[in-house]
């Protein structure tokens, strides 16, 4: 039977900016779950979208997962936000990458990934 360990202190609130054209856009986003499976994290978002994705670490580094929109690719590491928007922004749609790249750090930064 596996364990998981939700952790309970959220919502958390972070805080994304991203360049449009000459202006920044600004958004807040939201971390409302997260679980913990041992080898992989499942952690809830929503900002202006909402979704599940997947990270977790493997031999050649750390891995996302967003099967919502059929996303998939390496991670430079958790706190890398700008390979890590630039990978995804490849993938998905600009302001959803962005929010996923400053949600990955902001949850490292604060040690709950």
């Known amino acids: 039977m596996d364990k998981t360990n939700a952790?309970?202190?959220?919502?958390?609130?972070?805080?994304?900016?991203?360049?449009?054209?000459?202006?920044y856009e600004e958004w807040h986003g939201f971390?409302?779950?997260?679980?913990?499976f041992g080898s992989h994290?499942?952690?809830q978002l929503e900002s202006r979208s909402g979704f599940i994705f997947i990270v977790g670490k493997y031999t050649c580094g750390a891995f996302i997962s967003i099967p919502a929109f059929g996303v998939g690719c390496d991670l430079a590491g958790y706190e890398d936000y700008f390979w890590n928007n630039e990978q995804l922004?490849?993938?998905?749609?600009?302001?959803?990458?962005?929010?996923?790249?400053e949600a990955l750090r902001t949850l490292k930064k604060n040690n709950y990934i």
């Open 41 to 43: 994290y499942e952690i």
């Open 7 to 23: 952790i309970v202190s959220l919502p958390m609130v972070f805080h994304c900016r991203e360049k449009n054209g000459r202006k």
């Open 89 to 101: 922004s490849s993938r998905m749609n600009r302001v959803d990458a962005s929010t996923v790249a």
């Open 31 to 36: 971390v409302n779950r997260i679980t913990d």
